[in-house]
């Protein structure tokens, strides 16, 4: 039985080049445009869960790495920009940031005389403890329309497109 849906912006995006170059098959725009769309369409709504705390979608992201790696709440900077996917001059500057709102210090890294460690202050925990609690309760609102059958499909295909498009990681 095939699934009917609504029409998009994307279905229009999709004649228009139809229409313009029918020489091209313009099929994988369909998925492409409609992931990117979502992504922009879910950003709004991530960073509008995370500014009722004041902070921004890199700062939660930086907050919320260092809260689910576990007590006591410490990382190297190197471990947090390539979870995060930064370059270290990006992470630098973040941290001088979080550093400056009082979410996080940086300490000497004992293991390492010319390391550093980043750790979640006091203040930092408890803000991205609140902030992880609004984000979910958001991220369950934002899905909640669709079916648990049809969530878990997604979140198969994407996963699928993922392991395409990520290399596989080091051993």
């Known amino acids: 039985m095939a699934t009917q849906r609504t029409a998009d912006a994307v279905d229009a995006i999709l004649?228009?080049?139809r229409r313009e170059r029918p020489d091209l098959d313009v099929g994988p725009m369909g998925p492409i445009g409609r992931i990117k769309r979502c992504s922009a369409l879910l950003q709004k709504r991530l960073d509008?869960?995370?500014g009722?705390?004041?902070l921004t979608g890199w700062e939660f992201d930086v907050l919320a790495t260092l809260?689910?790696?576990g007590a006591p709440y410490c990382l190297a900077p190197t471990t947090l920009f390539a979870t995060l996917m930064v370059t270290s001059g990006t992470m630098t500057h973040r941290l001088q940031k979080l550093e400056t709102s009082g979410w996080i210090e940086r300490l000497p890294n004992p293991d390492d005389a010319r390391g550093m460690l980043v750790k979640?202050?006091?203040v930092g925990l408890a803000l991205i403890d609140r902030a992880v609690e609004a984000h979910v309760a958001n991220e369950h609102r934002i899905v909640g329309?669709?079916?648990a059958a049809d969530l878990a499909a997604l979140d198969l295909r994407l996963s699928q497109l993922l392991a395409a498009l990520e290399p596989p990681p080091a051993p």
Do not use: D, N, V, Y
């Open 145 to 147: 329309g669709m079916k």
């Open 67 to 69: 809260r689910r790696s």
């Open 15 to 17: 004649a228009q080049w």
């Open 52 to 54: 009722q705390f004041g």
């Open 48 to 50: 509008e869960t995370f």
């Open 120 to 122: 979640l202050t006091p």
